[in-house]
């Protein structure tokens, strides 16, 4: 079989089980069972498969058809021009939390060094980036998942920032402790799971079979998580500092009026680049 031939049966078994981008899916196994990039597999596709190249595409489309999510098989992301390492049992990165990072990158602008805090880790693609765009800053990051800890600590060192940014693993929920005064930041950062949880059981099978609930269930309405954060951020942020959230749809009214009530102010909302409301902005006077 040609690696054309593969692509192309590999695109109708994708999409018979529902898959839309099929035949991107399809190349992107196949680039990830013959460890090359897609330009090499342009160039290559007339040329035959070997038996064990075959087997071993054919065991990752198998894994796919069962909706296992592609990034897990794939094994990393890409996310504003990075390459990230992402596996299994830590939430992925969708590209609208870009916005996250660039609005940061705004407000941070003027910060020679600033102090960031991300609650919520997950796999570390957004305290981790935004150590690579600010050289001075220095970074803490926190998790209530050890795996989410261990893999972004390994994407720190994948960017050479390991020695900049702290991974603690701290549950955000918790009563205040003596880690309130581990830090005193200029920003706190967060993409929190925001989904209401007795949504997730019709959400598409990538996402509530095989993601870990932790970091998708923001209880029944979503915003338990939002009002964990709000009511700590002032703990944690020096006068003058910034919280940046990303909510879901429909959550902008209801999570602003929650950060307001905790004693922000300058509450406003960004939009995604598809026009959605994605991040509250608010700031510790």
Not at 7 to 32: D, K, M, P, Q
Not at 34 to 41: F, Y
Not at 139 to 152: F, H, K, M
Not at 196 to 225: T, W
Request: proline letters at 6%; aromatic letters at 6%.
């Amino acid at each position: 079989m040609t690696l054309s031939e593969f692509i192309s049966a590999a695109t109708r078994a994708l999409e018979a089980v529902g898959i839309e981008s099929g035949r991107l899916e399809a190349e992107l196994l196949l680039c990830t069972a013959l460890g090359v990039d897609r330009k090499k597999l342009f160039l290559e596709t007339k040329s035959q498969l070997s038996a064990a190249d075959l087997a071993r595409a054919n065991e990752l489309l198998e894994l796919r058809k069962t909706r296992f999510p592609l990034q897990y098989i794939m094994g990393t992301i890409e996310f504003l021009g990075l390459s990230f390492s992402v596996k299994p049992g830590v939430f992925i990165p969708r590209p609208e939390t870009e916005t996250l990072v660039e609005e940061a990158r705004k407000i941070l602008g003027g910060l020679e060094s600033p102090a960031i805090l991300e609650i919520g880790t997950g796999s570390g693609v957004v305290v981790v980036t935004l150590a690579v765009l600010f050289p001075g800053a220095t970074v803490y990051a926190t998790d209530v998942s050890p795996l989410a800890i261990a893999v972004g600590s390994e994407n720190a060192g994948r960017h050479g920032v390991a020695g900049r940014v702290s991974f603690l693993l701290r549950d955000v929920r918790s009563p205040a402790g003596n880690e309130s005064r581990e830090c005193s930041v200029d920003m706190i950062v967060s993409n929190p799971p925001y989904i209401p949880g007795p949504e997730i059981p019709f959400l598409e099978p990538e996402v509530s079979k095989y993601e870990p609930r932790e970091a998708q269930d923001g209880g029944l309405d979503g915003l338990d998580l939002v009002r964990a954060i709000a009511g700590r951020s002032r703990d944690f942020l020096k006068p003058g500092g910034w919280l940046l959230l990303e909510i879901g749809a429909g959550q902008a009214e209801s999570a602003a009026g929650i950060v307001a009530s905790a004693g922000l102010a300058s509450v406003r909302i960004v939009k995604d680049l598809a026009g959605r409301d994605r991040v509250l902005v608010a700031m510790k006077e």
